[in-house]
């Protein structure tokens, strides 16, 4: 069975740093995007950041090129986001999600939810003024 589980959101304070991982099991991702995805209250889910198979490859939304980082350790079937200088607008519930297998580099359809088969349950990250 797919599993992702999200880890690492809490509190942070306005110009601070958080740093979400997200475990993954069930199967090898080695070779699967990963995709980190984001919702507010009273909102619809956004596109934070990708990452194609083996890290060559990085996609951001606008609203966080720049102070969010993506990356992954493919020994560990883990992806990490790296997020700086968090902003209050960045409160929100934060997603991991998994392309399908041989799925290996979203390109031009990273900010697509349709380009990801599986999702996590969520971690909430709160960002404090």
């Known amino acids: 069975q797919v599993q992702l589980v999200e880890s690492g959101g809490g509190l942070e304070q306005a110009g601070g740093s958080l740093r979400l991982s997200c475990a993954a099991s069930?199967?090898?991702?080695?070779?699967?995007?990963m995709g980190w995805f984001r919702q507010a209250p009273g909102k619809e889910r956004e596109f934070v950041a990708a990452?194609?198979?083996?890290?060559?490859?990085?996609y951001y939304a606008d609203s966080v090129k720049g102070r969010f980082t993506i990356s992954r350790d493919n020994a560990k079937n883990t992806v990490y986001l790296q997020m700086n200088s968090l902003k209050p607008e960045d409160t929100a519930v934060y997603y991991c999600?998994?392309?399908?297998?041989?799925?290996?580099?979203?390109?031009?359809?990273?900010?697509?939810?349709?380009?990801?088969?599986?999702w996590g349950r969520g971690t909430q990250v709160t960002v404090s003024s």
């Open positions: 990452i194609n198979w083996n890290g060559g490859n990085t």
């Open positions: 999600a998994a392309a399908p297998t041989g799925h290996a580099d979203p390109g031009a359809y990273a900010y697509r939810t349709h380009s990801y088969t599986a």
């Open positions: 069930g199967r090898s991702f080695s070779s699967s995007a």
